[in-house]
């Protein structure tokens, strides 16, 4: 078929995420490699998003495709009720690279679930009912999860399920405390936190969620002591610390796990993305030895077609194998300092740059009208003006794709990418930000 033909077709039938369906005018992508996608015109991109954050080994990994083949012709599914081995060696590959106890996993078809099935376990752990969540977060597309949303996505979904109360987090270049430091960002929102909760009722609140840094609402990077304090508030009141680790997971910090960066355990993690880099559906609910315990004689409200798939397993097995094989955490918290240096250059180039927030292979320009007073350039939500379908359009047109939203463009490319890639994306965002400098001072 010619790409016209696809293009008919695909606008026939196809519904696409969060948009008016109207306006949709999608590229057809053809075949991908490493970190290039090739539309079907022949057109070659980059992925500077690893899809959607999730493709972290990168594109036709043909170790990762040869495992999943062996296992197709093996097995591809069997019911929930029995074991696999790639089940059970995936389980303990997890547990070993989980910092402490978390070492018992639940499988999900993707985050959002892992999410639903962390809030159904901690209000069965505790005999509680309120669950903590960031405003500026984002847990997934489900009743439960989007509930816990602490962005626009929410709003279709009101008033949502019961029970969930939203707290501030520390947000440096734009502390609702009136902050300028992240240490000082960080002090007053666990201040406001604790003062919340004890408003609120400790003995009400079953679990505090928190993405570690937040992911797609502009890499928003806490103080290591309020991730701390968070942990500390949780001991106190017996409330359990979920990680959403969804994105911020499998390497895309520099570490395994983001939480590592905060020298912080929490009492579970949620996870998906990365867990199989995309080549097939997984996420999981991962628990420590404490709610493991107690779901030891207490039944587990949770069950799903689909979890512990053992196609969707033996792939994560192989995945896991080529972050180790090719050293990908590492080659993402080296070039993360290349790639902050990098970001660093364009702000001094661009008046519209006003924050670079970098960590590992994740990265965030953050616009400003105005760098003097921190003024938004698109505002929250677009609330002055939509600039991201120009951005995209530019680096589409240069050959590159990344995600880009309100005054937020994004970076995360495949973890497998080189300091040469990385110029020559930076290159094309550069042209990208000639756009943005015209509304800014
Ligand atoms: C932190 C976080 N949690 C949960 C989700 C939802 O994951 P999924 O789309 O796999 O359900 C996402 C997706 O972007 C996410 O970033």
Redesign the pocket.
């Known amino acids: 078929m010619t790409t016209q033909e696809l293009k008919k077709l695909d606008r026939e039938h196809i519904i696409y995420n969060w948009k008016a369906q109207g306006n949709i005018d999608p590229i057809v992508m053809d075949h991908a490699q490493g970190i290039y996608m090739w539309d079907t015109e022949g057109k070659r991109y980059i992925d500077f998003s690893a899809g959607?954050?999730n493709v972290n080994i990168g594109h036709g990994n043909q170790y990762v495709l040869d495992a999943m083949k062996k296992q197709m012709e093996k097995l591809c599914y069997v019911g929930t009720g029995f074991s696999t081995e790639p089940k059970a060696v995936l389980g303990r590959m997890i547990s070993e690279i989980t910092p402490g106890d978390l070492d018992y996993v639940f499988f999900t078809?993707?985050?959002?679930?892992?999410?639903e099935n962390a809030i159904k376990a901690a209000r069965s752990f505790t005999g509680r009912h309120k669950i903590y969540a960031r405003w500026r977060?984002?847990?997934?597309?489900?009743a439960g999860?989007i509930t816990l949303s602490g962005d626009p996505r929410r709003w279709a979904a009101e008033p949502g399920i019961p029970g969930v109360v939203h707290y501030f987090g520390p947000y440096p270049y734009h502390c609702p405390f009136g902050s300028k430091t992240e240490e000082e960002s960080g002090e007053r929102a666990l201040e406001v936190l604790n003062t919340q909760i004890m408003l609120d009722g400790p003995e009400t609140i079953a679990a505090i969620f928190l993405?570690p840094i937040t992911?797609?609402n502009g890499i928003i990077i806490p103080s290591k002591s309020f991730v701390q304090g968070v942990r500390r508030l949780c001991d106190d009141y017996g409330i359990l610390m979920i990680a959403?680790?969804?994105?911020?997971g499998w390497g895309r910090s520099g570490k395994w796990f983001c939480m590592e960066h905060f020298d912080v355990i929490p009492d579970m993690i949620?996870t998906?993305?990365g867990i199989t880099s995309g080549y097939v559906?997984l996420?999981a609910m991962i628990w420590n030895r404490k709610v493991w315990d107690y779901f030891q004689n207490h039944p587990f409200a949770g069950g799903l077609t689909y979890g512990g798939h053992a196609l969707a397993c033996a792939t994560a097995i192989a995945n896991i194998e080529v972050y180790k094989q090719d050293r990908l955490i590492e080659n993402s918290a080296n070039l993360g300092t290349y790639l902050e240096k990098k970001l660093l250059e364009l702000k001094e180039r661009h008046n519209s740059v006003g924050d670079i927030r970098c960590k590992g292979l994740w990265a965030c320009i953050e616009l400003t009208a105005d760098r003097e007073n921190r003024a938004p350039l698109a505002g929250f939500s677009d609330s002055i003006r939509n600039v991201s379908a120009e951005i995209s359009r530019r680096l589409y047109e240069k050959g590159l794709y990344t995600f880009s939203k309100w005054d937020f463009i994004f970076i995360a490319p495949p973890l497998c990418i080189t300091a040469d890639e990385i110029g020559e994306a930076i290159g094309c965002i550069d042209y990208a930000l000639e756009y943005t400098d015209t509304f800014a001072k």
């Open positions: 959607l954050l078809n993707g985050g959002a679930e892992a999410v977060s984002y847990h997934g597309a489900t999860a993405e992911g797609t959403d680790e969804t994105m911020s949620t998906a993305k559906q996420g």
